[in-house]
């Protein structure tokens, strides 16, 4: 599956080159006496530049997904599953389980930075908002509650490349947010209280 992710990324890339590359050099060709087929030409390169912007963005995830798994480095009790299907349908990036039986359900992103937002009473509301101070979009959380309320398991949300390590627990939802490189996130885990089913009963959050 990871092969055929990097081909499918890899062709895509090169298809994108070759429309650019192709575009640009036939427009300056015909240029000077054929304006408006140089012109097709240049908008075929913008085709080609899509479609790396396109490849990319699909890629990318992946790629932090793949360089987070081979930096985890906890336990060997432990188990780690990648890219686990659920029973309701969908996928659960990471799925670590401790040699307690406790179990979290891991998604990795990109962002630098999040915070959770408050009502004026200072009470968790189950919103993450960005660094800009605005709700993340698209919103990871649905997806990852859906994920841990499908295996029962504690919903993680994994930030590699923050700058600055702290966590984040929101109790409305029992989500842990880890900011920081592996060791946070093993820490983390560590000290997370196992699952049980009031942590999805009434209003917990799982939406």
């Given at each position: 599956?990871?092969?055929?992710?990097?081909?499918?990324?890899?062709?895509?890339?090169?298809?994108?080159?070759?429309?650019?590359?192709?575009?640009?050099?036939?427009?300056?060709?015909?240029?000077?006496?054929?304006?408006?087929?140089?012109?097709?030409?240049?908008?075929?390169?913008?085709?080609?530049?899509?479609?790396?912007?396109?490849?990319?963005?699909?890629?990318?995830?992946?790629?932090?997904?793949?360089?987070?798994?081979?930096?985890?480095?906890?336990?060997s009790q432990w188990s780690?599953?990648?890219?686990?299907?659920?029973?309701?349908?969908?996928?659960?990036?990471?799925?670590?389980?401790?040699?307690?039986?406790?179990?979290?359900?891991?998604?990795?992103?990109?962002?630098?930075?999040?915070?959770?937002?408050?009502?004026?009473?200072?009470?968790?509301?189950?919103?993450?908002?960005?660094?800009?101070?605005?709700?993340?979009?698209?919103?990871?959380?649905?997806?990852?509650?859906?994920?841990?309320?499908?295996?029962?398991?504690?919903?993680?949300?994994?930030?590699?490349?923050?700058?600055?390590?702290?966590?984040?627990?929101?109790?409305?939802?029992?989500?842990?947010?880890?900011?920081?490189?592996?060791?946070?996130?093993?820490?983390?885990?560590?000290?997370?209280?196992?699952?049980?089913?009031?942590?999805?009963?009434?209003?917990?959050?799982?939406?």
């Amino acid at each position: 599956m990871r092969n055929s992710g990097f081909t499918s990324w890899l062709a895509r890339i090169l298809g994108g080159l070759v429309l650019v590359f192709g575009g640009v050099q036939t427009a300056w060709i015909f240029w000077s006496d054929w304006k408006n087929f140089a012109l097709g030409s240049l908008a075929v390169a913008a085709v080609g530049v899509a479609v790396m912007f396109h490849a990319e963005a699909r890629e990318r995830p992946r790629r932090l997904l793949r360089r987070a798994h081979q930096s985890l480095g906890l336990p060997s009790q432990w188990s780690v599953e990648v890219d686990r299907a659920l029973p309701e349908g969908g996928n659960a990036p990471l799925v670590v389980t401790r040699s307690d039986a406790a179990r979290f359900v891991i998604d990795v992103r990109d962002y630098k930075e999040v915070s959770s937002r408050k009502t004026i009473g200072g009470k968790d509301e189950g919103v993450l908002l960005g660094a800009n101070g605005k709700s993340l979009t698209p919103d990871p959380l649905p997806k990852l509650r859906h994920a841990a309320r499908s295996l029962e398991a504690i919903p993680v949300l994994w930030l590699p490349e923050a700058p600055s390590p702290r966590n984040i627990r929101m109790p409305s939802s029992n989500l842990i947010v880890v900011m920081g490189a592996a060791r946070h996130l093993k820490h983390a885990l560590l000290g997370a209280e196992a699952f049980t089913a009031s942590t999805v009963s009434g209003n917990s959050g799982y939406a």
